[in-house]
């Protein structure tokens, strides 16, 4: 053996062992974290003009409350636990001014507006009970309140057509439970096994007929399980509660597995003698077996996450955001949601206002609860069902996450904290690019990331994901995605006519979905006109070639001079371009605007021979431009789901054949989509396929498209060193991006104060 092998062999291990070391350590060393700045900018010291849009904060609302509970000379008992005997104040909300003084305020340098409030009050404790609505300021120490209903709804609005108290149901589960049951132990306990407990109701909506109705049926349901929403029981009872005294209620009808019944009493009487046919379900687990939403599958690796390595490039102050080129206000209606004011691009306003409206489902069934049902949310309340949001699930685990506040039938204001998340992504996909290998040989593309505004409401069984979203290319888009629980009845008969079967006893009921939005664009200026581009073949001969013809698309244009022009019922063919024009031109001598592009997969309207059509009136169109006017500042109300028979506000009304042109427009836009409930809607219905909106796009707005303007631009030809990263920054990312993010620890408080 040669003698110098053994130092051959030690040295080559120390050697071995020196390099391992070094990776491990190089490997255990924690790469350094990623920048960070201030995403939420303090508010301390800073006065900015969107305030005037801003919702209103804990202590406003408080002095809200103290001064109506002061002023009005008559008691107010908290909403909570008021009867419907009793004078309270069901909500608080802002009162936002009126677009003149605003724009005096914000462009002419005139005089702040008020600060002003909202408050609708019912009063039942009267001889005439009504429900009033008072304007009440200046802000934060109110002085003032004048009643504006008159003046909003032409007249008082009577008490029928309040929206119903959380307290109502309450009373209305204690009628059901303690009265209406009563009258039928044997079947309850032998059918239902129930024991007080282990049953849940879900109202329908609108109550009854005709105007002054209040009878709402309401669906059984298995309680204490999770997606009660899809275990029906085959039991719904029609309750008469029309009458402020609660002792006064009755049972009108009651419905079980396909008969009807006089009331309990006679269905008692039925199963006692068996004359019923019974079908009994199987009582579900706590957990709700097929409904429960827990995963079936272990944990496994971690889905991907986005971050921001140099820190977050959007910022937020107040109620104010910037992002590149972007400046815009948010707010939160208690009833209508999500809202963006004063939104600008490049300094430029291009819109004044854009907010969800109403969220409408009808729906249908051979059961009487679903086949009477046409949800119109913003009278539950859009905004106030808000929920909080789960950190990288709802919204990337590392965007920013605002609190809201309200004030919705109680005293005190209530907050949900991080119910609106705001975050940069990146969608994955270039926003343009090409790569060029004719002639020259280059590479130019801009990755497409842009700012999302989201909120999330959980209506009863319906979760709807809004969201505002910003582009670079100076694009701007509404969408809402719908998801949560499919509603459902009871499985009998001829139940496969009206959706399909989706578990033993549960029929998932078809039903429609309209969402409608308020745009008020305000394109170069506040005057605008309504222009449609479109398409036509032409057939020509050939100049060259005089025997031959060719077909030839043209551009065809036209003024819609009237509302009635510019209004596009829900299934007709609307111009495939349609934009407001400014009266300034643009570069190339065309007139400068914003197009509105939607999508939507919406069902058929409701007949308009329906009784109860013209509350709904806004979801015949897809689209309507209209005069803006103070006196229409939305396209519904909240008394118009429990009285759409004499609607309180008429959206066909708005649509007059008035003059468009160069006026101050707004466009109502309504999308949608029929949803016919199927097997995957179980455990619950994915966002996937359930996306509709709007898309509101520059259209000779700009001399070449904003975007090239941006920071994230990317170019290199063939001659460049394009792994340089002053060429190229995408080169550059394995420094620039090589740390950790600093993701904050999880938090959730949707369960606290419930």
């Known amino acids: 053996m040669n003698p110098k092998l053994p130092y051959v062999l030690l040295v080559g291990a120390a050697v071995i062992i020196f390099i391992l070391s070094c990776m491990l350590l190089s490997r255990g060393r924690r790469s350094p974290s990623c920048e960070s700045q201030p995403r939420i900018?303090?508010?301390?010291?800073?006065?900015?003009?969107?305030?005037?849009?801003?919702?209103?904060?804990?202590?406003?609302?408080?002095?809200?409350?103290?001064?109506?509970?002061?002023?009005?000379?008559?008691?107010?008992?908290?909403?909570?636990?008021?009867?419907?005997?009793?004078?309270?104040?069901?909500?608080?909300?802002?009162?936002?001014?009126?677009?003149?003084?605003?724009?005096?305020?914000?462009?002419?340098?005139?005089?702040?507006?008020?600060?002003?409030?909202?408050?609708?009050?019912?009063?039942?404790?009267?001889?005439?009970?009504?429900?009033?609505?008072?304007?009440?300021?200046?802000?934060?120490?109110?002085?003032?309140?004048?009643?504006?209903?008159?003046?909003?709804?032409?007249?008082?609005?009577?008490?029928?057509?309040?929206?119903?108290?959380?307290?109502?149901?309450?009373?209305?589960?204690?009628?059901?439970?303690?009265?209406?049951?009563?009258?039928?132990?044997?079947?309850?306990?032998?059918?239902?096994?129930?024991?007080?407990?282990?049953?849940?109701?879900?109202?329908?909506?609108?109550?009854?007929?005709?105007?002054?109705?209040?009878?709402?049926?309401?669906?059984?349901?298995?309680?204490?399980?999770?997606?009660?929403?899809?275990?029906?029981?085959?039991?719904e009872v029609l309750v008469d509660h029309s009458s402020l005294d609660i002792s006064r209620w009755t049972v009108n009808r009651v419905f079980y597995n396909g008969q009807y019944y006089r009331d309990m009493v006679q269905l008692e009487s039925a199963y006692v003698q068996g004359r019923i046919s019974v079908e009994k379900v199987r009582k579900a687990p706590r957990d709700g077996d097929f409904s429960s939403m827990k995963p079936r599958a272990p944990s496994a690796a971690l889905f991907p996450l986005q971050y921001e390595p140099q820190g977050p490039r959007y910022s937020i102050r107040n109620n104010h955001v910037l992002f590149q080129a972007w400046s815009f206000a948010f707010g939160m209606s208690v009833n209508t949601g999500l809202r963006l004011f004063d939104i600008r691009h490049k300094g430029e306003r291009v819109a004044y206002e854009i907010g969800i409206q109403e969220a409408l489902s009808v729906y249908g069934s051979n059961c009487p609860g679903g086949m009477s049902t046409r949800y119109m949310d913003g009278s539950f309340g859009i905004g106030r069902y808000t929920s909080p949001l789960v950190r990288g699930v709802d919204c990337p685990y590392s965007a920013t996450y605002v609190d809201t506040h309200s004030l919705f039938e109680t005293l005190s204001p209530s907050k949900r904290k991080a119910s609106l998340c705001i975050f940069e992504q990146n969608l994955g996909s270039p926003l343009r690019r090409h790569y060029s290998n004719l002639q020259s040989l280059y590479y130019g593309g801009l990755v497409n990331s842009a700012l999302v505004v989201r909120s999330i409401a959980t209506v009863g069984n319906h979760d709807y994901v809004w969201d505002f979203i910003f582009y670079q290319n100076g694009a701007i888009e509404g969408k809402v995605q719908a998801t949560g629980y499919t509603s459902s009845s009871f499985l009998h008969g001829d139940g496969l006519r009206y959706g399909n079967r989706v578990w033993e006893h549960t029929l998932g009921t078809i039903r429609t979905h309209s969402i409608n939005y308020k745009v008020d664009l305000d394109v170069g200026g506040v005057k605008n006109s309504l222009v449609a581009h479109d398409m036509a073949f032409e057939m020509v001969r050939a100049p060259w070639s005089p025997e031959q013809q060719i077909e030839r698309p043209r551009l065809t244009k036209k003024v819609l001079d009237t509302e009635d022009q510019a209004a596009f019922r829900l299934q007709s063919k609307m111009p495939r371009y349609i934009y407001f024009a400014a009266n300034s031109k643009n570069k190339w001598g065309h007139q400068r605007g914003y197009r509105i592009q939607i999508t939507s997969f919406a069902g058929d309207h409701v007949p308009e021979a329906s009784s109860m059509e013209r509350a709904i009136s806004w979801a015949r169109y897809q689209l309507a431009v209209t005069r803006r006017k103070e006196e229409e500042p939305t396209s519904t109300s909240i008394y118009n789901q429990n009285d759409p028979w004499t609607p309180t506000v008429t959206f066909a009304n708005f649509i007059n054949n008035e003059t468009i042109t160069n006026e101050d427009l707004v466009a109502w836009i309504t999308t949608g989509f029929l949803h016919i409930p199927h097997s995957e809607d179980i455990p619950n219905t994915v966002t996937v396929g359930n996306s509709v909106g709007f898309l509101l796009r520059p259209y000779n707005y700009y001399d070449l498209d904003p975007s090239i303007y941006s920071h994230d631009g990317v170019f290199f030809t063939s001659e460049q060193d394009f792994t340089a990263c002053e060429i190229n920054p995408i080169a550059c990312l394995p420094k620039t991006a090589s740390c950790l993010p600093n993701f904050p620890p999880f938090t959730y408080d949707g369960f606290q104060n419930m």
């Open 41 to 235: 900018m303090e508010k301390m010291g800073f006065r900015s003009q969107s305030l005037v849009f801003a919702d209103l904060t804990p202590e406003e609302m408080v002095q809200v409350v103290r001064y109506l509970q002061g002023n009005l000379g008559v008691q107010l008992v908290d909403a909570s636990r008021a009867k419907p005997s009793d004078n309270c104040i069901a909500s608080v909300d802002v009162q936002v001014p009126a677009k003149a003084e605003v724009l005096r305020f914000l462009d002419g340098g005139g005089a702040r507006p008020p600060r002003e409030a909202l408050a609708v009050l019912y009063f039942g404790n009267q001889p005439d009970p009504n429900v009033t609505e008072y304007v009440v300021g200046p802000l934060p120490t109110p002085a003032y309140h004048r009643d504006v209903t008159v003046q909003k709804y032409g007249g008082k609005v009577p008490y029928h057509r309040r929206p119903m108290l959380g307290s109502e149901y309450e009373q209305v589960g204690a009628f059901l439970e303690t009265v209406a049951f009563a009258a039928a132990p044997t079947f309850l306990k032998e059918v239902f096994e129930y024991d007080g407990t282990n049953v849940a109701f879900q109202t329908t909506a609108p109550h009854g007929f005709q105007s002054g109705d209040r009878k709402s049926w309401f669906i059984v349901f298995q309680n204490n399980v999770s997606g009660f929403f899809v275990h029906p029981v085959g039991l």
